[in-house]
């Protein structure tokens, strides 16, 4: 006899994407994670909010990929973009700092086929 799946819901809140009921989430680093979903995954980055009224935590949804190393990807362009917009950079500050997300996003998956 086959185990009974867990309810899952969602919804959007305020224009954020919440997932409820939903523990099995693969985290890819910091704040960051992706979720299956019928054709590949969702990356998702958790808000650090909560819903008042169920008290779940709210996820703002970044894409839809179809493989985990696009999701690498989508999750470096986040950190990226982020970090730029709150920066005043050069050039070459950028480039290292991508670089340095690069190798930190790596190596969290280190051994694994991407």
Known sequence: MSEPREKQTSGYIGGVYRKEGV???????????????????????????????????IYSTLGYVGAIKEVLELVKKDIVHNHIK???????????????????ILKSVDGIEV
Not at 24 to 46: C, E, F, P
């Open 23 to 57: 523990s099995k989430m693969l985290h890819i680093i910091d704040n960051y994670y992706a979720q299956t979903n019928n054709y590949g995954y969702s990356v998702l980055r958790d808000t650090g909010k909560k819903n008042p009224k169920t008290d779940k935590e």
């Open 86 to 104: 709150e920066h005043d950079l050069e050039l070459a500050q950028a480039l290292g700092f991508i670089r340095e997300q690069t190798d930190r």
